[in-house]
């Protein structure tokens, strides 16, 4: 298959999407798929003179970079606004026998759902959350024209709505979408995931030897619930010598409320803020961590829970973490409602409870080895691309020489 993925950003600093778009590329094209990202050059992680409109090979597959068009202009930076990607899209689409696209709301998918249609190329839309009641009725009027000229036209006639639980599909169902949905979680590649840096964190901090380590990892976003973990960790700290590390960029400037807040209730000497950890330093914080927390007004998925579970970490999320039926039925964690009370207590019966606890962390990595393996989700997404490019008449009328060369830089 010949698959080519659109993205606004592979940024790591925009969270699980670019995380998941590029794993999800490494584990298709190992099995033999030729994999395309056509993504921006926005904020591009340690990438400052990657090459533009050409094509950079990374484990196996291929990503362009396009440079944004007119970026110094605020509104059109953050819808990713790129001649460049359109061109592109426009003519080298019809090469392709499937496009996968994340998210709404933005010009690359709008733009690639748009050309998908108008060549008669199947493509499959992952809404990545705006759908949500929460984040679907935020800025109602600002983006009820972009739904019904674009969003909702590209959801109605997409091949296959990519849901990433049963949960999103249900709390999706009300808007009525036409096309059909199919449940792949997310994965992770778990090897990666291991105890062998089980200590390493403390022992570079000897001041946290003694004191237990709750973790929020994520975007410090207004959606995350920090406003609930705040004055949650103020009550817990009373009966309990712990430290809370917030690890997380701040994309939005959003950290000025968080840290006002912890000034506000004395935490400034317990609460650490570290700013976006990848790499080792990532896994090491995750292997230390005592819970991890993430109190989320919505959250789509949640790969840092997977990612905390994944080390044998409990975890303590809200109902509105799409993957929290899974924790619970696995005894995981503790799943809460968005409220300060429920989350407090749900950490001091964690803290109080060793054995609960680690009885939690083994059920968390065996969970991820069942349901959140990259290598599993990549083979249940293949067969369902397979099924939807069988069946799209326009493949029909298209090549079907699997040698078919690719886009080169000179064709873009």
Same mark, same amino acid.
């Given at each position: 298959m010949r698959i080519l993925t659109v993205i606004c950003s592979l940024s790591l600093r925009h969270g699980g999407p670019s995380l998941a778009c590029l794993d999800q590329s490494k584990a298709l094209a190992s099995l033999r798929h030729q994999i395309t990202i056509y993504t921006t050059n926005d904020n591009v992680d340690s990438l400052s003179d990657i090459p533009l409109k050409q094509p950079i090979n990374k484990d196996g597959y291929q990503i362009y970079f396009f440079p944004l068009t007119y970026a110094f202009i605020a509104p059109l930076r953050k819808y990713y606004f790129s001649?460049?990607?359109?061109?592109?899209?426009?003519?080298?689409?019809?090469?392709?026998?499937?496009?996968?696209?994340?998210?709404?709301?933005?010009?690359?998918?709008?733009?690639?759902?748009?050309?998908?249609?108008?060549?008669?190329?199947?493509?499959?839309?992952?809404?990545?959350?705006? &759908?949500? *009641?929460? +984040?679907? !009725?935020?800025?109602? #009027? @600002?983006?009820?024209?972009?739904?019904?000229?674009?969003?909702?036209?590209?959801?109605?006639?997409a091949s296959a709505i990519h849901y990433t639980s049963q949960e999103e599909k249900e709390l999706v169902?009300?808007?009525?979408?036409?096309?059909?949905?199919?449940?792949?979680?997310?994965?992770?590649?778990?090897?990666?995931?291991?105890?062998?840096?089980?200590?390493?964190?403390?022992? &570079?901090? *000897?001041? +946290?030897? !003694?004191?237990?380590? #709750? @973790?929020?990892?994520?975007r410090i976003n207004f959606k995350k619930g920090l406003d609930l973990l705040i004055p949650s960790f103020a009550r817990i700290i009373q009966e309990y010598n712990n430290i809370l590390f917030?690890?997380?960029?701040?994309?939005?400037?959003?950290?000025?409320?968080?840290?006002?807040?912890?000034?506000?209730?004395?935490?400034?000497?317990?609460?650490?803020?570290?700013?976006?950890?990848?790499?080792?330093?990532?896994?090491?914080?995750l292997s230390d961590a005592d819970i991890f927390i993430l109190p989320s007004y919505t959250e789509n998925f949640g790969i840092a829970v997977v990612e905390a579970l994944a080390m044998g970490t409990p975890v303590i999320i809200s109902n509105k973490v799409n993957i929290w039926r899974e924790i619970r039925d696995a005894d995981a964690g503790i799943v809460v409602s968005c409220n300060v009370e429920e989350i407090t207590k749900a950490c001091l019966d964690l803290l109080?409870?060793?054995?609960?606890?680690?009885?939690?962390?083994?059920?968390?990595?065996?969970?991820?080895?069942?349901?959140?393996v990259i290598e599993k989700t990549a083979k249940m997404l293949e067969k369902h691309f397979m099924q939807l490019i069988n069946s799209n008449k326009s493949h029909k009328n298209k090549p079907s020489d699997a040698t078919q060369k690719m886009p080169s830089a000179t064709s873009i």
């Open positions: 001649i460049p990607l359109m061109q592109a899209l426009h003519n080298t689409i019809s090469l392709f026998d499937l496009v996968y696209i994340f998210s709404l709301y933005r010009f690359p998918p709008t733009i690639a759902a748009l050309y998908a249609r108008s060549f008669r190329v199947p493509y499959i839309m992952n809404p990545h959350g705006f &759908l949500y *009641p929460f +984040l679907f !009725r935020k800025n109602r #009027l @600002l983006k009820l024209p972009h739904e019904l000229f674009f969003d909702f036209p590209n959801l109605h006639h169902s009300p808007l009525k979408i036409k096309s059909p949905g199919i449940i792949i979680p997310l994965g992770i590649k778990i090897e990666e995931y291991q105890h062998t840096h089980k200590g390493k964190f403390r022992i &570079l901090h *000897p001041y +946290l030897l !003694r004191q237990k380590i #709750l @973790l929020f990892m994520g917030i690890a997380g960029p701040d994309n939005e400037g959003y950290g000025k409320k968080v840290s006002a807040w912890v000034k506000q209730y004395n935490l400034e000497k317990k609460v650490i803020f570290t700013g976006m950890v990848t790499g080792d330093q990532k896994i090491a914080l109080k409870d060793d054995t609960r606890r680690n009885a939690m962390g083994a059920n968390g990595r065996k969970l991820v080895e069942k349901c959140f």
